[in-house]
């Protein structure tokens, strides 16, 4: 069953590209944008992630923490991240457990899915964002979420 918005947001603990454990619930107090992408450094996930990159000042400027998830391992993450500069956690679901526990979808029934969960201080996913095909709209999405919470 897939998390939606409302729902409480699933805790997890994660190595990232440096190897060090990353624990959602210890992110409480910030917003977290967790985005699930098919493949490292691949042309739709790294238009993704650097769209995510070129908007990591807006994200911090709004207390959010940047958050990628794919099946590729610590290495595959860690070169990732440094060929494109990436300046936000990438983690390893090598086995999959944390898609299947978001109830990311396959695309095809093949391809792993792109979906990205908004997720507010208190632990809760207030927004998602299902497109394999826009991965540059991911980005714009979780921002215009957490700036339309945070108004008023």
């Known amino acids: 069953m897939a998390v939606r918005p409302g729902d409480p947001a699933p805790d997890f603990t994660l190595q990232d590209q440096d ?3 990353v624990t959602l619930s210890e992110l409480h107090g910030k ?3 967790l985005y699930f992408y098919p ?3 691949t042309p ?3 238009r993704e992630a650097c769209s995510f990159r070129d ?3 807006d994200f911090a400027d709004a207390g ?3 958050i990628g998830v794919s099946r590729d391992d610590v290495d595959s993450h860690r070169a990732f991240a440094e060929k494109h500069r990436l300046p936000f956690t990438l983690v390893s679901d ?4 944390l898609r299947k526990t978001y109830g990311v979808p396959k695309t095809l029934g093949l391809l792993d899915g792109r979906v990205t969960y908004v997720i507010d201080p208190e632990g809760v996913v ?4 299902n497109s394999q095909l826009r991965a540059s709209a991911h980005h714009d999405e979780a921002l215009s979420a957490i700036r339309r919470a945070t108004v008023g």
């Open 19 to 21: 190897g060090e454990s």
């Open 31 to 33: 917003w977290v944008v």
């Open 39 to 41: 493949k490292d450094d």
């Open 44 to 46: 739709g996930c790294t």
């Open 55 to 57: 908007s990591h000042e």
């Open 64 to 66: 959010a923490a940047v």
């Open 94 to 97: 090598a086995s999959g457990e």
């Open 126 to 129: 207030r927004h998602v964002f």
